[in-house]
Each structure stands twice: as C-alpha cells, then as structure tokens.
C-alpha cells in the first residue's frame, strides 16, 4: 500500500499564489506517474497537472502558464506551484500517483485531499 499525504492549501485573494505539496510514503516499488486533481463542488473531479516518471508533464489547457508541477524522485514528493489565482481554481486538490504493484502493475491511489479557495 502507498500513502499520500498532501499539504499547503488555503484561503487566498486572486492573484495569489500557493504552492501544495503531497508526500507518498509505504510499499514503494516504483512511482510511474504523480500529479494532482481537484474537485469542485457540483462537479466531477478533473486533472490539474501530471509528471511521470520520464519527466514530461500534462497540464489542464485551463492552468496552463500559471501552475508548474515539479516532482523529486528521491523523496516521492510532488509539488504544484500556483500562481495567479483565480476564483474559479477553488476546488479540493488531491494528489494521485499511478504506482507499481509486486508485479509491476500500475495501481491508482489517492490523498484525503487538500482545500483551496481563492476569493474574488
């Protein structure tokens, strides 16, 4: 099993920046892939930013230019960096990482989650 645990969420103005990070901790055999969704309220939950273990990124066409996700292999933490932010980034931001299993599979896990709001 791997744990996540995420931190550095808040209540910010727009404009502001915050930066989360998300530690993954326990059976850890190889992470292929980390990043962070959120979740609004009344909505379904959608990717924010992804690294994997190559080193590329995804973000969502809607942070582009104002996030950056960074990741340190060594200590299986990833960090999203946000900037310029908005109202409509108010959301639960979960860390997600795509882990090997003893045989290599892949297998999804999630953190509890971390809030953000950013008011107006």
């Known amino acids: 099993q791997v744990q996540l645990v995420e931190s550095g969420g808040g209540l910010v103005q727009a404009g502001e920046s915050l930066r989360l990070s998300c530690v993954a901790s326990g059976r850890i055999f190889s992470i292929y892939a980390m990043g962070w969704y959120r979740q609004a309220p009344g909505k379904q939950r959608e990717m924010v930013a992804y690294?994997?273990?190559?080193?590329?990124?995804t973000y969502a066409d809607s942070v582009k230019g104002r996030f950056t996700i960074s990741r340190d292999i060594a200590s299986n933490t990833v960090a999203l960096q946000m900037n310029s932010l908005k109202p409509e980034d108010t959301a639960v931001y979960y860390c997600n990482t795509n882990a090997a299993n003893t045989y290599g599979r892949g297998i999804d896990y999630w953190g509890r989650g971390t809030q953000v709001t950013v008011s107006s």
């Open positions: 690294t994997t273990r190559g080193g590329s990124t």
